[in-house]
């Protein structure tokens, strides 16, 4: 998911988490994209029709107002879009007033499941499951005897590959030398070694758009021979973020590597933000290529000198347009997340209308990316995060050059 549609996609749902219905009946269904439509609607029919004996007047009403509504939205589909989609439709308390709405959402990634929900607040919880970090994470465990080949997807762990060894124990038998000895086991290691990292790259390769780093664990000198002596394909190798002792070289050694890496993933998601406020206080430190604060960053990026826009995500701000009704002079104004402003035109002296209002990240980031910029939001759950937000208004830029 791009950073922006993962934004938008968050907002929609932070919006729809706030509204409540009076009864239990807030409509959310689930339908996944191999769904047949005309089974979806024999299902809501059936529901319409039991739906008539709900005790509760109101309920009952908004109920079958929402049923209608979505079996009204159903017919415009052949078959669920791409992705699937989820439909809401119910009466919400908006500001004390009751409003129906019905919307229908077509989520960044597969609807996992079919299922009809009705209930006083919308069931959101498999779509904000989306929107969980998803980070990769190649694993290898190894000793001379055995090796297995994981990824980490989020908080699971799956086994992917597994390499046996034909490493002869440390001690010879009788009859051979031991420089000989000695010299086959360490072609044998070495050959072990190479199978690993042929299955290594058989089972992460793939990935290495996705892999934020590979991770591996064994005893030592094991690892450490295997990572130092290159085994592994060069974009894997160029990949790993650290060696960690391990006892277990079976699917069980691959928890305790994720176990013993705890602090490294963590540093490392937060590490990518370190970088980028690194990056633009150094140029603020020297007074070189860098602003902040919302009218010199957007003034910037109309000249076309903003090379990074960094975008605290806990910004709440909203870029209104007002137009004025006599001579359609236009102008724009920042305010707080719904908040409210006059505004008259200084030609005539009326008051303007207010015409368009837009969250300011994404009409920055819209803004930015017409520009080529690149757009980087930040949490404020890294030091550096939270400095964007609170030092430096949550709005900063590193820029390709300063205009004069
Ligand atoms: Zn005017």
Known sequence: MSSKLHYEFKR?????????????ELITLYIPPDKNIADVSAQLRSELSQASNIKSK????????????ILQRLKMYKKPPEHGMVIISGVIDLNGKQKHITEIIEPPEPVPLYKYHCDSSFYLEPLKEMLKEKDFYGLIVIDRREATIGILKGKRIEALSRATSMVPGKHRQGGQSSVRFE???E??????YKKVGEKATEALLPYKDQLLGILIGGPSPTKEEFYEGNYLHHELQKKVVGLFDVSYT???????????????LQELDLMKEKRLMNRFLKEIAKDGLAAYGEEEVRRYITLGAVDTLLLSEDLRLERVKYRCPKCGKEVEKTLRFKGDSQQFCDECGVEMEEVERKDIILELSELAESTGAKVEFLSTESEEGAMLYNAFG???????????
């Open 394 to 404: 949550g709005i900063a830029a590193i820029l390709r050059f300063k205009p004069e």
């Open 58 to 69: 109101q309920t009952r009403t908004n109920v079958m107002a929402g049923l209608e509504a």
């Open 12 to 24: 929609k749902l932070e919006e729809l988490e706030k509204y409540k219905g009076r009864g239990t």
């Open 187 to 192: 072609i044998a290691i070495h050959e072990f």
């Open 183 to 185: 010299r086959l086991r």
């Open 250 to 264: 079976d699917e069980s050694g691959l928890y305790e590597l994720v176990e013993k890496a705890e602090d490294v």
